[in-house]
């Protein structure tokens, strides 16, 4: 139950929810939300056939309604297959088609949608996560005696920690 809840999440996120970022009119630019895109769209053609995800129209609203999880775990794996493959041979034209194909156009009134049916959600539309950061504690001979627990002060700081931490890029390029 917890790999159909995990799919439904995904499909919803990627054919639906994540419209709401977006100002009508717009493409998908982000990397992450061309992705969510991309995957989600090519599985839903992919399955139309065998009606492994079915579009439904309901009361004005349209939800997609996953009617075949093992034919969806299948189709993920052959994505993935396709996409080892792209790596491996550096088919950078097919890499190109599937994104461009599948992760960038929006359509307009599915994003209306999407956008009117959001109004009244006064959340943001992003979410971050702050991660802990773990400190040795150390006793005079240098070895660790405990680890403490310390949290950024918001995300943002996080960010730039990362940032100048884990940065492998000169600063001038």
Do not use: C
Request: aromatic share 10%; charged share 30%; net charge negative.
């Amino acid at each position: 139950e917890t790999g159909k809840a995990e799919y439904d999440g995904y499909i919803r996120n990627g054919m639906l929810v994540q419209l709401r970022r977006l100002k009508l009119g717009d493409e998908i630019e982000e990397a992450h939300m061309r992705n969510r895109a991309w995957v989600s769209r090519w599985v839903y053609e992919q399955g139309m056939a065998d009606s492994v995800i079915v579009k439904v129209e309901r009361d004005g609203n349209t939800y997609y309604d996953i009617r075949d999880y093992d034919k969806l775990r299948v189709l993920f794996g052959d994505l993935l297959r396709e996409v080892q493959r792209i790596k491996s041979q550096g088919d950078f034209e097919a890499g190109k088609a599937l994104v461009e194909g599948y992760g960038v156009k929006v359509d307009p009134e599915l994003h209306a949608q999407v956008l009117k049916r959001a109004e009244s959600i006064t959340s943001a539309p992003y979410a971050g996560f702050i991660q802990p950061d773990l400190v040795p504690v150390t006793d005079a001979n240098g070895t660790i005696t405990d680890v403490k627990v310390e949290y950024p002060a918001d995300f943002v700081e996080q960010m730039l920690s990362y940032g100048e931490r884990y940065s492998t890029l000169p600063d001038d390029n």
